[in-house]
């Protein structure tokens, strides 16, 4: 198996599987799935947050790890194990260790709008006074990336021969999060 492994990691063009171009299209879901099938994951470009969008978010994420330790931890609540706000160091620890990890991360998740049931299941993002424009760079960002993965999710879908938009109603309005990281 080893033998069969790239020795770097493909990198994709999100612009192909989007231009409207059949053979771009179809040659992004053959690279895409023959990656997933031999390493198991990709690099992936124009995602549709540009560098603007993305100094703003490494900014502001930047600004809030700055805060001192009693200003980050004001947004950290226990009852949420994790799932959303600020996690402090130490929490988290790798698998078959007892020592926690020397990070520290941010969950923001899930906003869902109108009245799907689900919305009573998400907690609401915790969103630091102290960075104003956090929220809406990570909200962008969340939203970005989410529709990316949406795109990858159709792309997958066609290359295992399904519908294109097979998996578009099992992922509306979806558990995931965006978590920026500091170590």
């Given at each position: 198996m080893a033998d069969n492994?790239?020795?770097y990691i493909p990198s994709l063009?999100?612009?192909d599987f989007r231009s409207g171009?059949?053979?771009r299209k179809a040659q992004f879901v053959k690279e895409l799935g023959d990656a997933y099938q031999s390493i198991g994951f990709i690099a992936?470009?124009?995602h549709g947050l540009n560098a603007e969008e993305t100094k703003a978010l490494y900014a502001d994420v930047q600004e809030f790890f700055q805060l001192p330790d009693p200003a980050k931890q004001a947004y950290e609540v226990p009852e949420l194990a994790?799932?959303?706000?600020y996690i402090s160091k130490g929490k988290e620890h790798a698998k078959g260790r007892n020592t926690g990890d020397l990070k520290e991360f941010y969950h923001v998740g899930q906003e869902v709008a109108g009245e799907d049931p689900v919305k009573d299941q998400y907690?609401?993002?915790i969103w630091p006074q102290e960075v104003p424009r956090f929220a809406q760079s990570t909200m962008k960002a969340y939203r970005t990336l989410e529709s990316a993965g949406q795109d990858v999710l159709r792309a997958i879908a066609l290359y295992l021969e399904l519908p294109e938009n097979y998996f578009d109603d099992k992922v509306v309005n979806g558990n995931s999060i965006l978590r920026p990281i500091h170590y």
């Open positions: 492994l790239p020795d063009d999100l612009a171009d059949p053979a992936l470009k124009n994790g799932q959303r706000g907690p609401a993002n």
